[in-house]
């Protein structure tokens, strides 16, 4: 990304749609949590503290590119009960937000420090991506309630 401008616009748009997504899976975390899924829950509670680093890394280099910060506002987020519905949301969520973070990852190569926070943003989430199709396949080799009684 050789323009300033647009590598803010980028940073701020995961700043943005990041701080979102940990909100959602603290939330997750706390619903899976409630319906005693203990393992599904510090999943989740740990995956939204990875994001909010993330965003803090985010902040902090618009910040160093002399950008201002905004509190942006985003539409409602999907929330689940079911946590096979979720894991299935969510996966999708990964695939959709790693097709454009690998496209703007490229672009940033020529300014070292933002790729690489978009670099291991992008690892974190295909980690998470990968989780999310070992767990699917799990749940289609042992069935659901097996999955979900592993969870509790």
């Known amino acids: 990304m050789a323009n300033r401008e647009k590598t803010i616009q980028t940073l701020q748009a995961i700043v943005t749609g990041l ?3 940990a909100n959602g899976h603290a939330i997750q975390s706390r619903i ?3 319906k005693g899924f203990t393992k599904l829950a510090e999943k989740y509670a740990e995956h939204a503290t990875e994001e909010r680093g993330n965003v803090n890394k985010c902040i902090d ?3 160093d590119l002399g950008g201002e910060v905004k509190l942006e506002n985003m ?3 999907k929330v689940c009960t079911n946590p096979i519905d979720w894991i299935k ?3 999708q969520v990964s ?3 790693l097709a454009w973070l690998k496209e703007v990852t490229e672009e940033a190569r020529d300014d070292y420090a933002t790729f690489e926070i978009l670099r291991d943003y992008y ?3 295909e ?3 990968y989780w999310a199709e070992q767990e699917l396949e799990l749940i289609e080799c042992i069935g659901s309630q097996n999955w979900i009684l592993q969870q509790l």
């Open 19 to 21: 701080s979102q997504q």
């Open 32 to 34: 899976f949590a409630s």
């Open 61 to 63: 280099r618009i910040l």
């Open 75 to 77: 539409p409602e987020g």
């Open 89 to 91: 949301y969510d996966l």
């Open 95 to 97: 695939k959709d937000g």
């Open 123 to 125: 690892v974190d989430e």
């Open 127 to 129: 980690e998470d991506m």
